[in-house]
Structures are given as C-alpha cells and as structure tokens.
Nanobody, 119 residues
Framework: QVQLVESGGGLVQAGGSLRLSCAAS????????VGWYRQAPGKQRELVAS???????NYADSVKGRFTISRDNAKNTVYLQMNSLKPEDTDVYYC?????????????WGQGTQVTVSS
C-alpha cells in the first residue's frame, strides 16, 4: 500500500515562507506526476503546482513567481517552497501522485497539511 505523507505546514506571517514536503512510502515502481492542491472549506480543491518525473513544472497563475515545486526521486519526495505568502494562501494543502505499482498506474492523495498566513 502506497502512502503519501505531507509535512511542513504551519502558521506564518504574510511575506513569510514555508516549505511543504510530500513523502511517498510503500511498494512502488516509480512516481510519475505529482501535484500540490489546496482547498478551503466550502470550496473546490484547486491545483497549485505539479511536476512530472522528468521535472517539467506547471503553476497556477496565483502562485507563479512565489512558489517552486521540486522533487527528489531518490527520496520519493516532492517539495513545495512557498515564498512571499499572502493571507489568501491560507488553505489545507494536499499532495497527489500518480504511482506505478505492479504495472498499474494508481492515483493517491495525502491527508493534507494546514497552511495559515496571518496578515
């Protein structure tokens, strides 16, 4: 069973930084595309950033220039460096990954980590 565990969330003042980590564990062949999503209560989950296994990245317009997604394939870990944080970045952040397991591509979600930005 593959598990994704997010960490690094917390409370930060506006203009500050946080780095989120998403670590995958379990029996797997490889991790393909990984995305960071965020969701506020009563709202739809939205894609913040994604990265392919080869390192191609994609960002939501609202975070371009402030957030950077990266990955360490040897550690099965993906990071989201968040700089110049704004109160509107306050959300629960979720990691999502396409993981190759026994020849099958499965999709997994982490449990989420809270990010709170105070003004």
């Amino acid at each position: 069973q593959v598990q994704l565990v997010e960490s690094g969330g917390g409370l930060v003042q506006a203009g500050g930084s946080l780095r989120l980590s998403c670590a995958a564990s379990g029996s797997m062949s490889s991790i393909n595309t990984v995305g960071w999503y965020r969701q506020a209560p009563g709202k739809q989950r939205e894609l913040v950033a994604s990265i392919t296994r080869g390192g191609n990245t994609n960002y939501a317009d609202s975070v371009k220039g402030r957030f950077t997604i990266s990955r360490d394939n040897a550690k099965n870990t993906v990071y989201l460096q968040m700089n110049s944080l704004k109160p509107e970045d306050t959300d629960v952040y979720y990691c999502n990954a396409d993981v190759l397991v026994s020849g099958w591509l499965n999709n997994y979600w982490g449990q989420g980590t809270q990010v709170t930005v105070s003004s």
